[in-house]
């Protein structure tokens, strides 16, 4: 399909900003607003919406912002644009991330189209997976998407290194569940039963009984011994491929930087079905995330760990209206 056929041709910024809110946060905080003037969209974090006792520096909101970023790219490049960023770091206004604008034409390529596709398709999973080997070729595929992004995908083959992260996301879940402040975090973006809302966490997502995988990834206790949420079986379920996206330095931009290699590894991952299973907890707790780093990481930072894998089952999710989340003449 060339630009003349686009049915999103006109719409502007308000493509762009629809495609965004569709990208992977904490927590489906969605931690960001957009401002538009014309054509350009400016990406702002959302420091209201941070968890502020999970991520106090701000680390994993940035990664969802990054991750609004590269979906704000791809929406450019399948409006068949070229993109013009331009990164916005502002000392008095720290929110500030980067302006998006759309430049001259240019088509969009196949792969870019198949991941545009993929926007609204990507679902996070929370569980195990169905067994088998992920389709020939993914692997190697996601690593040099994130590459592309100058951030490394490692993928972790050997069984003891998937116990030992395993073990580590136990420990780490148990002692932020020592911590009253962070259960009451969880638990603000964690739905009530029976009721809607159109951020945090949904009941179709979150296994009221956990799947049985081995080795056993840490879970969040979304459901809080309530009783709702999508009833687990006794199957064992496989644990799928485990990740890990790093980076050399560990400051803002690197930050930014993981989480648009993340949503490009994900929509690619998408196109297979393959969805994503994350286990931040032993990157919210610094002590365990610098034994990470050392021990696994060669040195390099830890930004994400996550479970590769097929869904026995996927849910529709929702997003913020557009208005909800824009300012400026959408």
């Given at each position: 399909?060339?630009?003349?056929?686009?049915?999103?041709?006109?719409?502007?910024?308000?493509?762009?900003?629809?495609?965004?809110?569709?990208?992977?946060?904490?927590?489906?905080?969605?931690?960001?607003?957009?401002?538009?003037?014309?054509?350009?969209?400016?990406?702002?974090?959302?420091?209201?919406?941070?968890?502020?006792?999970?991520?106090?520096?701000?680390?994993?909101?940035?990664?969802?912002?990054?991750?609004?970023?590269?979906?704000?790219?791809?929406?450019?490049?399948?409006?068949?644009?070229?993109?013009?960023?331009?990164?916005?770091?502002?000392?008095?206004?720290?929110?500030?991330?980067?302006?998006?604008?759309?430049?001259?034409?240019?088509?969009a390529?196949?792969?870019?189209?198949?991941m545009?596709?993929?926007i609204?398709?990507?679902?996070?999973?929370?569980?195990?997976?169905?067994?088998?080997?992920l389709?020939?070729?993914?692997?190697?595929?996601?690593?040099?998407?994130?590459?592309?992004?100058?951030?490394?995908?490692?993928?972790?083959?050997?069984?003891?290194?998937?116990?030992a992260?395993?073990?580590?996301s136990?420990?780490?879940?148990?002692?932020?569940?020592?911590?009253?402040?962070?259960?009451?975090?969880?638990?603000?973006?964690?739905?009530?039963?029976?009721?809607?809302?159109?951020?945090?966490?949904?009941?179709?997502?979150?296994?009221?009984?956990?799947?049985?995988?081995?080795?056993?990834?840490?879970?969040?206790?979304?459901?809080r011994?309530?009783?709702?949420?999508?009833?687990?079986?006794?199957?064992?379920?496989?644990?799928g491929?485990v990740?890990?996206?790093?980076?050399?330095?560990?400051?803002r931009a690197?930050?930014?930087?993981?989480?648009?290699?993340?949503?490009r590894?994900?929509?690619?991952?998408a196109?297979?079905?393959?969805?994503?299973?994350?286990?931040?907890?032993?990157?919210?707790?610094?002590?365990?995330?610098?034994?990470?780093?050392?021990?696994?990481?060669?040195?390099?930072?830890?930004?994400?760990?996550?479970?590769?894998?097929?869904?026995?089952?996927?849910?529709?999710?929702?997003?913020?209206?557009?208005?909800?989340?824009?300012?400026?003449?959408?």
């Amino acid at each position: 399909m060339d630009r003349a056929d686009t049915p999103e041709r006109g719409k502007g910024a308000h493509v762009l900003v629809d495609a965004a809110v569709w990208a992977p946060s904490a927590h489906d905080t969605r931690p960001w607003w957009f401002d538009t003037e014309g054509e350009t969209v400016t990406l702002h974090a959302d420091t209201d919406r941070r968890l502020d006792v999970a991520d106090p520096q701000g680390r994993e909101m940035l990664i969802g912002c990054g991750a609004a970023l590269f979906t704000l790219r791809l929406a450019v490049r399948r409006l068949g644009r070229r993109l013009d960023v331009r990164m916005a770091p502002d000392p008095d206004r720290p929110g500030l991330i980067a302006d998006v604008t759309p430049g001259p034409p240019q088509p969009a390529t196949d792969e870019e189209r198949r991941m545009y596709d993929q926007i609204k398709r990507r679902r996070t999973h929370r569980g195990g997976f169905r067994a088998g080997a992920l389709p020939v070729g993914l692997l190697q595929a996601l690593r040099a998407h994130a590459c592309a992004e100058h951030v490394s995908l490692r993928i972790v083959a050997d069984p003891r290194v998937r116990i030992a992260l395993a073990a580590l996301s136990e420990a780490a879940e148990q002692v932020q569940q020592m911590d009253p402040a962070y259960v009451a975090e969880v638990a603000r973006w964690a739905p009530a039963p029976g009721g809607e809302r159109l951020d945090g966490v949904h009941e179709p997502g979150c296994p009221r009984d956990p799947d049985h995988i081995d080795p056993d990834f840490a879970g969040r206790d979304f459901a809080r011994g309530q009783g709702w949420g999508l009833v687990g079986g006794e199957r064992r379920e496989a644990t799928g491929v485990v990740v890990l996206l790093t980076t050399t330095g560990d400051g803002r931009a690197d930050w930014i930087r993981a989480g648009e290699a993340l949503q490009r590894v994900l929509l690619r991952a998408a196109e297979d079905d393959v969805s994503a299973a994350f286990h931040t907890q032993v990157l919210e707790v610094p002590e365990l995330r610098e034994f990470l780093r050392t021990r696994f990481c060669d040195g390099t930072y830890p930004q994400m760990i996550m479970r590769l894998g097929v869904a026995q089952e996927e849910f529709d999710g929702v997003r913020s209206p557009t208005a909800d989340v824009a300012d400026g003449d959408l």
